[in-house]
């Protein structure tokens, strides 16, 4: 007979158990382990060994500054873009257009941002 099965279940559920403890904190410590990146030679080559070599060695490399890209204006009633950002600090206009038939033509609606209807 097998001696892993003579044993009782709750002792071959502790040792499952036990294996899957060692088997997740082996997995955390590769993971953990090292920073993956490789730190270059140091020893002296011939193109090291040249006066421009060591003058390119010497000199300090500048690193780009990355520029930020201004956020857009946006209108705050229709969500466009806006061309004049000046123009969005002004308050908004409201205007109400009679709808009766001495009040037609109505004329700019369609230039309007927004328009509705009562």
């Given at each position: 007979?097998?001696?892993?099965?003579?044993?009782?279940?709750?002792?071959?559920?502790?040792?499952?158990?036990?294996?899957?403890?060692?088997?997740?904190?082996?997995?955390?410590?590769?993971?953990?382990?090292?920073?993956?990146?490789?730190?270059?030679?140091?020893a002296p080559t011939q193109a090291q060994g040249s006066p421009a070599a060591a003058q390119?060695?010497?000199?300090?490399?500048?690193?780009?500054?990355?520029?930020?890209?201004?956020?857009?204006?946006?209108?705050?009633?229709?969500?466009?873009?806006?061309?004049?950002?000046?123009?969005?600090?002004?308050?908004?206009?409201?205007?109400?257009?009679?709808?009766?038939?001495?009040?037609?033509?109505?004329?700019?609606?369609?230039?309007?941002?927004?328009?509705?209807?009562?």
């Open positions: 007979m097998d001696p892993e099965l003579a044993r009782p279940s709750h002792q071959r559920r502790a040792s499952v158990k036990v294996a899957v403890a060692v088997l997740l904190a082996s997995l955390v410590a590769a993971a953990c382990g090292g920073s993956g990146t490789l730190t270059p030679s140091t390119r060695a010497t000199s300090p490399t500048v690193a780009a500054t990355p520029t930020a890209t201004p956020k857009p204006v946006i209108w705050p009633l229709t969500g466009m873009v806006a061309t004049d950002p000046s123009a969005v600090k002004r308050r908004p206009l409201n205007v109400r257009m009679p709808n009766d038939p001495s009040g037609r033509p109505q004329v700019g609606l369609a230039k309007a941002d927004l328009s509705s209807s009562r």
